[in-house]
Each structure stands twice: as structure tokens, then as C-alpha cells.
């Protein structure tokens, strides 16, 4: 159902004005993102949101986007973020339920993260990916289907910046290790051991503050990791 997708054909022709209106100039001849402000993190298959709601009073001068493909699931997480927003320009400025950013600096775009990233974000723009219990496609003649693949990773590899990091997590076993397995054979990917995040308040909440993540927590089930930094692009020979 790939035709009722809406991307741009460039990131340049992307309007981020609506998702993040008030990181925008009010001057209305300037329907342009301002330099200064970009989306620099994506989490992708966002779901119902749990990771990005969590981490936008964090972050609030770091623009966050969920993608996320279905369509009445990104209208969920777009009705609890316009709400929580609501709510937040409701609060007296002296209120404890204040929030920083008052949830201004997240949104979420329905897409098919799997073919239209680039259309979305230029070279570099990014400084994180989350990856967070991706659907699993166990059938091995549906491996394909998987969200990190060789030719994909150089896509993510391309929208991110060197030194970002790209974030997985899953409770699927098998699912880890095709995923390790992939960014560790490619060039542009380089393993950050999890004792080097570990404390790190943001792989905390990548494992913990989405909805799997919480279902896999009620249910007892293990939660694999792999973060993977970008590296310098190689030099031109
Ligand atoms: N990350 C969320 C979490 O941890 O709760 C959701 C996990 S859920 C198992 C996987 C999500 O990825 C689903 O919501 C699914 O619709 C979405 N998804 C699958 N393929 C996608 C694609 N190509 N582009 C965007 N989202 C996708």
C-alpha cells in the first residue's frame, strides 16, 4: 500500500514546520528550517511512541522524529503527542508537572523507513537511530524483510553523522545476532562494547521505555543490545 505514502522527493522539500512548529521562525515568508535546528535523532518503527515521549523532556533542544509505517498506530502516537503538548502549554510556569520543551521538539511521520530515510534526512543530519524489538520475520525466506540488511545499513550509514550511534535492541535471540552480524561486516559501523554505555540514560530508556520493551519486561524475556558507532567515511583513494 505503498502509493498512499507521503515522502519528499528531496530532504530539502521536507517541511518540518508543521511536526516542530515552535523551532521554527514565526516569519511566515520563511517556510525554511532554520539551520540551526534539524531533526537529529529518528527512531525507527516507532510503534506507540514509549521511547521518544520518554526522552523529549531529556532532550528537549534535540529535535526527535518516530517513523512508523502504520498508518492508525502513527495517528496514536501523533494524538498523544499534540496532547501532551496541550497539556504542557496548560501548566503555570511554575507548575512541578512543567516539562522542558513541553514535548515541542518530537513528532512522528508515518513511512516506510525502509525505503525512504534519504528522502527524509540529508548526508550526516542524524546523530542517532534506535532500532527497538524490530518485527523479527522469523521465516528464513523472509529474512529480507529485515530492517537492517547490508544495503539498508548504508543508507543509515549515509543520514548519519560520524561518531552517531545506532541503537538495537530486541528479545529475539536470533534476530540480535543477524543484526550484530550485519553491522559488524560493515565498513561504516564500528561496536561499541555495552560496558561503554552502560548508565548511558539514553540506551536505558531505548531498552525500557517502549511498549515491547515493557511487554518483554512483564513477560520475564532477555533483551539483547548491539550500538554501533558511525565511523569517519573512509578517504577517497
Ligand atoms: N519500537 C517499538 C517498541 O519497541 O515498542 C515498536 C516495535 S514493533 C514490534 C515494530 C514496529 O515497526 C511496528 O509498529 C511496525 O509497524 C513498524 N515497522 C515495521 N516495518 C516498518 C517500516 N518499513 N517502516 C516503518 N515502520 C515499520
Known amino acids: 500500500v505503498d502509493h498512499s505514502l507521503d515522502y519528499p522527493t528531496s530532504p530539502d522539500d521536507m517541511d518540518w514546520s508543521t511536526h516542530y512548529p515552535a523551532y521554527f521562525s514565526s516569519d511566515p ?4 528550517f532554520e539551520p540551526n535546528h534539524k531533526v537529529e535523532w529518528a527512531d525507527v518503527g516507532c510503534g506507540f511512541g514509549g ?13 526527535m522524529l518516530g517513523m512508523e509505517i502504520r498508518t492508525a498506530v502513527t495517528a496514536y502516537v501523533a ?15 511554575d507548575s512541578p508537572d512543567k516539562l522542558p520543551g513541553g514535548y515541542q521538539n518530537v513528532s512522528v ?24 524489538f524490530p518485527d523479527p520475520h522469523f521465516k528464513v525466506r523472509k529474512q529480507k524483510a529485515r530492517i537492517i540488511t547490508t544495503t539498508l ?5 549515509h543520514v548519519l553523522q560520524p561518531g552517531g550511534i545506532l541503537y538495537t535492541v530486541t528479545d529475539v535471540k536470533d534476530l540480535h545476532e543477524w543484526m550484530a552480524h550485519h553491522l559488524h561486516a560493515h565498513p561504516l559501523f564500528e561496536y561499541i562494547p555495552t560496558e561503554e554505555l552502560a548508565g548511558d540514560a539514553i ?16 513477560n520475564g524475556g532477555d533483551k539483547w543490545i548491539a550500538c554501533f558507532r558511525r565511523v569517519e567515511d573512509p578517504p577517497i583513494e
Not at 531529556?58 to 529535535?63: A, E, G, H, K, V
Not at 528522502?119 to 532500532?131: D, H, I, R, T, V
Request: charged fraction near 25%.
Open 203 to 218: 540506551l536505558v530508556a531505548a531498552r525500557t521505555s517502549t511498549e515491547e520493551g515493557k511487554k518483554v519486561e512483564r
Open 153 to 157: 545499513l548504508s543508507e543509515y550509514a
Open 29 to 32: 515568508s520563511s517556510s525554511k
Open 109 to 132: 511521520i508515518r513511512a516506510n523507513s525502509m525505503k525512504h530515510i534519504p528522502n527524509f534526512f540529508a548526508k550526516g543530519q542524524l546523530s542517532k537511530m534506535f532500532f527497538l
Open 51 to 63: 521511547l521518544l515521549m520518554a526522552l523529549a523532556p531529556m532532550f528537549p533542544d534535540t529535535l
Open 79 to 93: 494524538d498523544r503527542i499534540a496532547a501532551s503538548r496541550q497539556v504542557q502549554e496548560t501548566l503555570a510556569s
